[in-house]
């Protein structure tokens, strides 16, 4: 069984970000994929779990081969168990050295609740494929880049700010939350970021109000080069 979905199939190419590729054959890309499947259809443990919000939560996978060859931009299929639905989720994190990938979620529907209910540190489930996507392009340079995420959407933009800082640019991260109690990695941002902008709805952290009026003083004091 594909992990994704029958292969070979044009939803896997541009899944995987690839255009103008060899699908048949034994050195295919889907050849390949096959084997690597095939030698890796064991359970994925999860070995850190960890409540960010009363709905948001964090799986750290032990998944090698995806921590590896991941990049910022990207993200992984998740299934629980057979007959599951396949869960697409971006990848929050990645540790080569440790092999090991972080995946932010909210539980919103069925089996992203399953996720949360039923899914404890050190259990294991189905499927976790990827990476899939094509990544954010980040060259080396000195622009001024600003990164702009709201609740959930906080966690994918750690990744890309981290590797625009590590590529040599200067960084601004605008992130939003509803209120204090709501607010999640502002520590592992604030490393990678030059400057951090805190918008909480009410006001009761940093200022007050939306990321797109924070955005619009950036824009007019520091205008961004991205």
């Known amino acids: 069984e594909c992990p994704v979905g029958a292969l070979p199939c044009n939803g896997c190419l541009e899944l995987r970000g690839l255009t103008a590729v060899d699908t048949q054959g034994p050195r ?5 994929e096959r084997r690597a499947y095939a030698r890796r259809r064991m359970p994925f443990t999860i070995v850190r779990r960890e409540h960010l919000t009363p709905n948001t939560f964090l799986w750290e996978v032990d998944a090698p081969d995806v921590a590896s060859s991941a990049r910022a931009g990207q993200f992984v299929m998740v ?6 639905e396949r869960i697409p989720l971006t990848i929050a994190d990645y540790d080569a050295e440790r092999g ?3 995946i932010v979620v909210q539980a919103l529907g069925r089996s992203t609740a399953e996720m949360r209910d039923k899914y404890h540190e050190g ?3 189905a499927d976790f494929v990827g990476p899939l996507g094509m990544p954010t392009e980040i060259e080396p340079g000195d622009s001024h880049v600003v990164l702009v995420g709201g609740g959930l959407g906080v966690a994918p933009v750690f990744p890309q ?3 625009f800082k590590q590529a040599g640019h ?3 991260a605008i992130v939003g939350f509803r209120s204090a109690d709501l607010q999640f990695w502002t520590d592992k941002l604030a490393e990678f970021a030059d400057d951090l902008i805190v918008c909480t709805d009410d006001g009761s952290a940093g200022r007050a109000g939306l990321v797109t009026e924070a955005l619009a003083d950036v824009v007019a004091n520091d205008r961004p080069e991205l």
């Open 28 to 32: 295919s890309v889907f050849a390949v």
């Open 79 to 84: 299934r629980l168990h057979d007959g599951a």
């Open 100 to 102: 090991t990938v972080t």
């Open 123 to 125: 259990g294991t489930f």
């Open 161 to 163: 700010l981290r590797a």
């Open 170 to 172: 200067r960084t601004t």
